[in-house]
């Protein structure tokens, strides 16, 4: 059940029994206080599963909920689901009673005193290339059309910038640009910060040669990756969705004879792997990839891997 369905008149009995304050508080939300889509998205799925869960188990309005309802619900999923999905179930139901808690539709949070699983996370799960690999995929694509173009410079926007997917689909034209006679990139990311920097030499040819080879400099304020036509080969004026780009990057691996499984965040690990290694500082790869701490980095950080694998092949049998 997902209850983020906002073009609906359609709203939760749990919900529209609470009472009409209840219900605008309840959709305000989700339209005014979650501003990031793949959150609200995420969230909407979360909470609504929540609430079909009470009402099946004879809970008739959200104003009922107690602490005891929200750690059955929670206890209930951790024997079915990973300790992080169950942390970010929990994350959006304590998130939405705050804001039902400080629109005084409730008197006190049922879900601030329920704790998740366990959960430690050292290293991250993201499949990652070597370097050789990263440059076999890229030095695979045909550049003489205006996908391969396309395809060249985001994926190497995401590998030597670190870019989120996220960011670099919101990226217009103008947000590539000169300064001090290098180019730059100018990257919306998560919670409305806006990160720029300078491009890597590779980088710099890939977005000219699309960005002139595609025509795209003489309209500035348009989205810089797009869909293409079906049957032109040429950019449209549509934004390129995410489940686009994956299937793109699934294409060109598969082509370019890559067997590991990787999606638009395998770049962003695979960039920042290979600054470590060539020398670069844990400090400096946060602030290029935009992480508000060095802990969320060194998930990305993937050398350990490397050093495993040496080791694993010490067994000489």
Known sequence: MNI????????????????????????????????????????GRAIGQFLAWCEHNGIGSIIDIEPLHVGAYIEALTRSHSAPTVKQRLAAIRTLFDWLVTGQ??????????????????????PVLD???????????????????????????MVYSFARIGAALAMKVEDVYVQNRRLWVRLHEKGGKRHEMPCHHNLEAYLNAYIDGCGLASDPKRLLFRTIGRGTGRLTTSPLPQANAYSMIRRRASAAGIPTKIGNHSFRATGITAYLNNGGTLEKAAAMANHASTRTTQLYDRRRDEMSLDEVERVAI
């Open 105 to 126: 539709i409730v008197p006190a949070n049922p879900a601030a005193s329920v704790r998740g699983p366990k959960h430690v996370v050292k290293v991250g799960k993201t």
């Open 4 to 43: 983020l369905t906002l073009h609906s008149p359609r709203i939760a009995p749990i919900v529209r029994d609470a009472g009409e304050r209840a219900q605008t508080r309840f959709w305000e939300f989700f339209v005014s206080n979650i501003r990031n889509p793949n959150t609200r998205r995420a969230y």
């Open 131 to 157: 370097p050789a690999e990263a440059r076999t995929l890229l030095d695979s694509i045909d550049v003489t059309t205006q996908v391969g173009l396309r395809d060249r410079a985001l994926i190497g926007l």
